[in-house]
């Protein structure tokens, strides 16, 4: 006996679906081949195997373009075909005419017809929900009144972000664009003999651009709206000016093209996508030897999508099971009982089963998941895989009735739905796997000159704030498990400094915090005094210098004691100078040895959101300038408390 399974459109139908489901997206042909939205190329280029053909008109009829008291009118037409042979890799081809009737063009009349243009991309997926890459296209353009034939170049950086991974509230895709485009057009006639709006007709460009586009759509139920930008900057231009048609000198920047279009796919047929857009010149302007956007453009089109493996009826051999026939002992009738009683048989059996088919997506970016195993719970049957890149699956056919489904995937929690199946159909399921969350262990040790301590340690900030306390036993090597965030840790125990450190936790990873801590000093050096930590000894720096000098080191050690116990949020440290020599320099030494302070508490521990440093000079002085005491103590360092 031969079994087939059936496989599901791989671009199917969005009626009906959910706001948020997956299947929405609708990878789909551009206008000159390739995955994208309109004019935009995208990064993520859908399933391996998918041929796309497209075909896309345009019309626009306006006056006063590219001239004034000119009238205009331009109908134009691109077929493409694109193929992802590999994961990675997406191949296409065009084909563009275009016909154009001004009146102040000679002929009025003006035909564009042959240009071609051959593409490849590759892209890959660099991080959850983001993929990049970049495309190369070739372009022929044909010559006008002879066989000429003019080539053009365009390597093009994509990108494609999908915002589903920050919340599933955010059915939006982002797409950006950054190339070069260069056109042998300029080539192909003579440069004298050709007006603006003959130009225009022809698709005369003289100039490499670089080009610019983003883009933004919504993949939603029926619907895809989209946003798109594009910028063509004109490269190479002599003195930056061009001329415009009425003999005025123009900038480069003022004519550079700029258009704005505004669409919407259509997915509600499976496999085939229908696009409107509108496109709308942001430019007015217009130089010579540059093709201008005109003020709106009209584009409908229809993309559709085949495997080539999908064979006849839509269906794919999945899996083929071929069981050897079980010899048993037949009564003896004619063959046309034995035919029909087979028949009965089978058509009963079908009849009586069903099957599952649905997608497996990650829960929290809404991505379809690959290499899911999805078993049937007290059957004997095997379990099947989803498919690469869409993370679809299709079970063998079952019992009708109820039916339990496990779903399995490393790094996931386990999934178990129930479902009731009616006999001779298909039921349609989107099954959501939820990340399994490991927390970060912490790896902490507490000692003072190698010896352990007994200490307090606060975990400040993260999703779950935390204070544990460790014997001296425990305080050597201990490990704790905390959520994944940014913590700011603060060390206390009695008869040494405290310290405070800030540490970023990633799930699953295992970091090592260890604190050394110095002992308390016999004199205190630091003290707080309302609204400011006075020092009772000088913070000394190198002659002239902004280097700090190590013997300072213990006396900012009580600073951040101080901060840590007394609950100190922020502090501004200023530096000041005597009036002896160069005002400036004195102000710009001040400013750099209070950054140097701010930077050495920075390194010991202290969270940089908690400093401000800043320098007066000579301008506050404590004490009169005229003795070397006085100018001793004007050469300070303050610590003002901001915040407590």
């Known amino acids: 006996m031969t079994g087939e399974q059936n496989y599901e459109a791989h671009s199917p139908s969005t009626l009906g679906n959910s706001w948020m489901d997956a299947r929405n997206l609708r990878h789909a042909s551009t206008s000159t081949g390739g995955v994208g939205l ?16 497209s075909a896309t008109g345009e019309f626009f009829s306006t006056p006063d373009f590219p001239v004034q008291g000119a009238a205009n009118t331009r109908t134009g037409g691109t077929f493409a075909v694109g193929y992802v042979p590999l994961d990675f890799l997406d191949v296409s081809l065009s084909y563009t005419a275009s016909t154009n009737t001004n009146t102040r063009s000679s002929p009025t009349l003006i035909q564009a017809l042959g240009d071609v243009t051959l593409g490849a991309r590759a892209s890959k997926q660099w991080l959850p929900g983001l993929w990049a890459g970049a495309d190369v296209r070739v372009m022929t353009f044909s010559g006008v009144g002879s066989n000429q034939i003019a080539f053009g170049f365009s390597p093009r950086a994509v990108v494609t972000y999908d915002a589903r991974t920050l919340s599933q509230l955010l059915p939006l ?43 933004l759509e919504a993949p939603l139920p029926v619907v895809t709206p989209f946003l798109e930008y594009g910028l063509a900057s004109p490269l190479g231009v002599p003195g930056g000016q061009l001329v415009a048609p009425d003999g005025s000198l123009v900038s480069a920047a003022s004519v550079a093209p700029q258009t704005l279009g505004l669409g919407v796919k259509l997915t509600a047929v499976q496999n085939l996508t229908f696009t409107a857009a509108a496109e709308f010149g942001l430019t007015r302007l217009v130089g010579r030897g540059v093709q201008p956007a005109p003020p709106f453009n009209l584009v409908l089109g229809a993309a559709f999508n ?14 083929r099971v071929v069981r050897e026939p079980v010899p048993v002992e037949r009564t003896p009738t004619t063959n046309t009982n034995t035919t029909t009683n087979n028949t009965t048989q089978t058509q009963v059996a079908q009849a009586a089963t069903a099957q599952v088919s649905g997608v497996v997506v990650d829960a929290k970016t809404r991505q379809p998941l690959s290499g899911v195993f999805v078993a049937m719970v007290d059957s004997t049957l095997p379990p099947v895989a989803t498919a690469p890149g869409d993370g679809r699956f299709l079970t063998y056919s079952l019992p009708s009735g109820p039916v339990k489904l496990s779903v399995r995937k490393e790094g996931y929690l386990p999934l178990e739905k129930e479902l009731v199946l009616e006999a001779g159909k298909t039921a349609n399921v989107e099954l959501e796997l939820v990340a399994e969350v490991k927390p970060a262990t912490l790896a902490l040790a507490v000692t003072s000159k190698r010896k352990p301590v007994s200490a307090t340690l606060a975990f400040l900030g993260g999703p779950t704030p935390k204070q544990v306390t460790y014997s001296q036993a425990d305080a050597a090597s201990h490990r704790l498990q905390l959520p994944s965030g940014r913590y700011v840790v603060e060390v206390t125990a009695p008869g040494f400094l405290a310290q405070t450190r800030a540490v970023q936790v990633a799930d699953g990873t295992s970091p090592d915090l260890a604190f050394d ?19 009772l000894q000088q913070v000394r720096f190198a002659e ?15 600073v951040v004691d101080l901060m840590v116990r007394t609950g100190i949020q922020r502090i501004r440290i200023e530096g000041h100078t ?7 320099a004195n102000l710009n030494l001040s400013k750099e040895r209070a950054r140097a302070v701010a930077d050495y508490l920075i390194k010991v521990g202290l969270d940089p959101a908690r400093l401000e440093s800043e320098g007066f000079g000579d301008s506050r002085p404590v004490a009169p300038n005229l003795t070397p005491k006085g100018r001793e103590l004007n050469r300070r360092m303050d610590f003002v408390i901001l915040d407590r």
């Not at 004019?39 to 195997?49: F, I, Q």
């Not at 300029?186 to 130009?199: F, I, Q």
């Open 38 to 53: 309109l004019r935009l190329g995208g990064a993520d280029l859908g399933r391996k195997g998918v041929l796309r053909f």
């Open 544 to 558: 002239g210098k902004a280097v700090l000098l190590p013997d300072s080191y213990p006396l900012l050690a009580q």
């Open 578 to 584: 005597d009036n002896q020599g160069d005002k400036a």
């Open 173 to 215: 895709r982002l797409h950006a664009n950054l190339g070069l485009l260069m056109d042998g057009t300029g080539s192909l006639v003579d440069a004298d003999r050709l007006n603006a709006a003959e130009e225009y007709a022809l698709g005369i460009n003289r100039y490499s651009r670089l080009s610019v586009g983003l883009g």
């Open 306 to 319: 085949v495997d080539p493996a999908l064979q006849g009826g839509g269906t794919r051999v999945v899996e």
């Open 517 to 535: 801590l110095e002992p308390e000093p016999r004199q205190w050096q630091v003290k707080r005094e309302n609204d400011k930590l006075d020092l």
